[in-house]
């Protein structure tokens, strides 16, 4: 008896074909004697031994012409093209036929067109015993019983002016041909030979090279080209055995007779032989099993007994089995949920998922089925208490199922385990979110497995889970190393700097890691834990961020640090420093020696702390104290804020320091004022002769100062009248109206002072008076002449040019100057003595200039308020007519002979005055000359 390998199932429905019109059983083909059957293009094609051939579409109309007239032994439908293929002969005793037919085109009598018929030729009639075609036409391979396998081709088999009439023999065996099968590849075309005792196979474009695959064969109609693997199967007694075109493959052990086998929908169609004794009133008739096995799945899908199978054809979604009694039986796959459903109830979930894996019809329907058959399958591993197992299909469901749902079951402490398993899954598939991460470590460091925490989290794959979750999870549990790792390598420096610093306290391995990162994380860093590393490492903190301030680049592992153009503005880490005063005070004194151009901030400090330093006991000591503070004020380069500095310096009753900077910012007063709040006599003394040519103030000011002293300054008090005697700072009265406010001061401290001031006044009033007598008789004499030049002729005596000497003939010019000269010997446009024209410039260039100072108010206002006299700045601009309105003629009026101008009268205020005589005798003007 033959066994099925594996379990046994029924997939299929088993009915017999009735007659839609009678409903008794279709016996359309009782009383034919079919020879053989195919299927293809929507038909069941049969043939009988009589030479018809019979079609029978889907409601069982059953059409047919004669494709022989003597007999049909085979026909072949081609899967891929609409084209028929038959075997016969037309008369007895010949050569066999092959027809070749198309049901593109009809003939008179409305069958299928003849194409083109072949005669198989050898010494002498030899049956057809198998028939192969490929499905692009290429080749037509014809295997008889005497071993022989002819193939026509080359090209389009159905044309015969592209094949030779008889072939070619490609192979003669021992024993009849019992199988051919093509199988085509995009590389080569294959033919499957297959005899009783021998399988190999023959490819075509490789001048028929011959692979010999077996030394057993099959009997004629148990060989197949399988829809699965789209290799050859042979059914023998003992199994079923596979076959590539260069190799063998799997073998099934399903023993027993076999009469026939077909592939259909990746399933394997088995009709085996087995003789059974029927009821007592039937003789002994053949019974053929029919099995149809899953080879991908390894099961039996349907199995049951037929009376004596003639022909199994495979159309229209279904089997059809011809039996000898002429029924027709259908068998009809369950639908795939309907088969699920069968295995569910059996708990065959792994066969269920196997089956959904190869036969649901598209992918997404796959998956869907197969993440509910592991949903139930876990769901009932579960209910049996086996944990771990179930726990192996949850995570199957991955990507579909809720992990909510799996979590919740597997949340108490002794399932730890198998939630853990679940989790690292979820995490490798890149579906975990924070809360999942937070659950999976909180896992692992209950359990303490550090091996499986390494491996979650110190390896080189990509992140697939939350970064910061891990890291807060494995600090918080104590896992330092793990949370360095991973903040390390994903570059989470705030993080990294946390746990070396809060945790690990671990201040060296902080800084160093600092020194590795760029610039802009590093000053970053720097800013946030620069503090806490002072206050820890104080100077190698400083040494870093002197680098940072001053050209970083990135320290690198094993090489010295380099220099780098980046640069931190160093008064922003001026605060890291509260507790570490020595430090920040290295600190500053590198960058202003590095960078002069530092920040005022910097400078500002800096001398904060100079001055906050306290003040030594040894001399020495004090001297290089005062001299450092007074360098870092006096450079030029220092940008400190002198505002700023003053304060410090006031604060700190630095002497040196607060009289440099008033000298410095031009404050004489200051200075003065400073000494005399320290009674500081002699130095008030020295700083009014020192800084009294800038500002003459500074002696009144001592004088007021000393004037209101109670005690004897009668030597300063002298010392200081003479400077203001010197430079005539104060008039008398002043000066004695300040002392007599001092009750010390007497007549003898000022009575020197009083003589030389009475002696001066009365020489300076002796020198006015001589002056305006001077100027009286010169104011007469100039009025004079210029009333005789008025009133009186002016008589021109000389005889010779005044420029050439030689005497004077006419043209002559007279100028009242008493110059002569010879119209030609006279300059420019004879309008100018030669001899008196650079002094008349000289004084039009004084009255020019009188005039443009006059128009100057704001500088006049200015000199009246700095002025010590300021009676002698009006009597300078009276002097200078800024009081008068003068008229500067430029551009005199001309006549045929006659010009004139009145400038003596504008010397004396006036503003115009024209002088003249008779016409015809000689017109005189204000430029002094005259012309006959």
């Known amino acids: 008896n033959m066994s099925a390998q594996g379990r046994r199932f029924t997939f299929f429905d088993r009915d017999v074909v009735k007659d839609p019109e009678t409903g008794q059983p279709w016996l359309g083909f009782q009383n034919i004697n079919i020879s053989s059957s195919s299927s293809g293009r929507g038909f069941l094609i049969l043939s009988d031994t009589e030479g018809f051939i019979y079609q029978l579409d889907r409601s069982l109309q059953v059409t047919n012409f004669r494709g022989f007239n003597f007999d049909c032994s085979l026909v072949h439908q081609l899967k891929q093209q609409n084209l028929l293929l038959g075997v016969g002969n037309d008369e007895e005793g010949i050569s066999p036929l092959v027809k070749i037919w198309t049901y593109d085109k009809v003939d008179n009598e409305g069958a299928p067109q ?86 190999a196979s023959y490819f075509m474009s490789k001048k028929d090279r011959c692979e010999e695959l077996d030394g057993i064969g099959g009997e004629i109609n148990c060989s197949v080209i399988s829809d699965v693997a789209n290799g050859l199967v042979v059914a023998r007694t003992d199994g079923i055995y596979a076959y590539e075109p260069e190799a063998r493959g799997y073998a099934l052990g399903v023993e027993g007779e076999k009469k026939m086998l077909s592939s259909f929908r990746g399933y394997l169609v088995i009709v085996g032989r087995e003789k059974k004794r029927a009821d007592a009133s039937v003789s002994v008739s053949k019974i053929n099993t029919l099995t149809i096995y899953d080879t991908v799945n390894k099961f039996t899908v349907y199995g049951a007994g037929f009376n004596d199978v003639m022909q199994v054809m495979g159309e229209w979604g279904a089997l059809y089995v011809l039996t000898g009694d002429g029924k027709l039986y259908q068998l009809t796959e369950k639908d795939f949920q309907t088969k699920l459903e069968m295995l569910f109830k059996k708990h065959l979930y792994e066969i269920a998922i196997s089956l959904a894996k190869t036969q649901a019809t598209s992918a997404s329907e796959s998956t869907d089925h197969i993440v509910e058959i592991y949903q139930q399958y876990a769901s009932h591993l579960y209910s049996k208490g086996n944990y771990d197992d179930a726990i192996v299909q949850y995570i199957k469901t991955i990507g579909s199922l809720e992990p909510s749902y799996v979590i919740r079951k597997f949340l108490d402490s002794q399932r730890i385990h198998n939630l853990t398993a679940y989790l690292k899954a979820l995490h490798d598939k890149e579906l975990a979110d924070k809360h999942h991460t937070t659950l999976l470590l909180n896992c692992y460091t209950k359990l303490k497995d550090r091996q499986m925490l390494d491996e979650f989290i110190m390896t080189d794959k990509h992140l697939n889970f939350d970064l910061e979750t891990a890291i807060t999870v494995c600090r918080q549990a104590g896992y330092y190393e793990h949370a360095l790792f991973l903040a390390k390598k994903f570059a989470q420096h705030d993080w990294y700097l946390k746990i070396q610093l809060e945790d690990q306290k671990n201040y060296q391995d902080a800084l160093d890691y600092i020194a590795t990162l760029p610039f802009t994380e590093a000053e970053k860093n720097m800013k946030a834990h620069g503090k806490e590393l002072v206050n820890q490492l104080p100077d190698m903190t400083t040494n870093l961020l002197k680098r940072l301030c001053t050209g970083y680049a990135p320290l690198e592992e094993g090489q010295e640090p380099g220099v780098g153009t980046d640069r931190a503005k160093p008064e922003e880490f001026i605060h890291i420093y509260v507790n570490q005063v020595p430090s920040l005070l290295q600190f500053l004194e590198h960058m202003v020696n590095v960078q002069p151009d530092s920040a005022s901030q910097v400078y500002d400090t800096l001398l904060e702390l100079y001055l906050q330093t306290p003040t030594p006991t040894e001399q020495r000591a004090i001297k290089q104290r005062e001299d450092k503070i007074l360098d870092l004020l006096r450079n030029p380069s220092a940008k400190y804020d002198e505002h700023h500095a003053m304060i410090l310096a006031q604060i700190y009753d630095f002497k040196s320091g607060i009289l440099y900077l008033y000298e410095k910012a031009k404050q004489y007063q200051q200075i003065v004022q400073y ?66 406010q001092n009750s010390t001061a007497t007549l003898s401290v000022v009575k020197d002072y009083i003589s030389r001031r009475l002696q001066q006044e009365n020489q300076s009033i002796a020198q006015d008076e001589a002056r305006i007598s001077q100027y009286k008789a010169e104011t007469e004499k100039m009025r004079t002449e210029i009333e005789e030049l008025k009133t009186k002729a002016k008589v021109f005596q000389p005889t010779k040019c005044t420029t050439c000497t030689n005497p004077l003939d006419l043209p002559v010019v007279h100028f009242l100057c008493g110059h002569s000269y010879h119209q030609s010997c006279l300059v420019g446009d004879h309008e100018e003595c030669n001899e008196c024209q650079e002094e008349r410039r000289k004084v039009l260039d004084v009255i020019r200039s009188q005039s443009s100072a006059a128009e100057q108010h704001e500088q006049f206002f200015k000199q009246l308020e700095h002025s010590p006299s300021r009676f002698g700045v009006v009597a300078d601009y009276f002097g200078k007519g800024v009081f008068n309105k003068i008229t500067l003629i430029t551009e005199r009026p001309r006549a045929d002979t006659n010009r004139h101008r009145g400038e003596e009268d504008q010397l004396l205020g006036v503003q115009e005055v024209q002088l003249g005589v008779n016409p015809g005798l000689l017109r005189l003007g204000g430029d002094g000359f005259g012309r006959y």
């Not at 002498?124 to 692009?136: G, K, Q």
Request: hydrophobic letters at 40%.
């Open 114 to 199: 003849l194409l083109r018929t072949i005669k198989v030729v050898r010494g002498r009639p030899v049956p057809v015993s198998t028939i192969a075609a490929a499905e692009d036409l290429s080749f037509l391979a014809v295997g008889l019983y005497d071993g022989t396998v002819i193939v026509y081709g080359g090209g389009d088999f159905t044309r015969e002016r592209l094949g030779s009439k008889s072939g070619r023999v490609l192979c003669e065996c021992s024993d009849p041909i019992t199988g051919l099968h093509f199988r085509q590849t995009h590389r080569d075309t294959a033919l499957f030979v297959v005899t009783g005792n021998r399988v």
């Open 675 to 740: 000494y005399m709040e320290k009674s500081a006599y002699a130095e008030i003394i020295e700083a009014c002769k020192k800084y009294g040519t800038a500002d003459r103030n500074l002696w009144v000011q001592a004088l007021s100062y000393f004037a209101a002293k109670e005690e004897d300054c009668k030597d300063q008090i002298t010392e200081v009248l003479g400077h203001i005697d010197k430079h005539n700072l104060l008039p008398p009265l002043l000066v004695i109206d300040a002392l007599a």
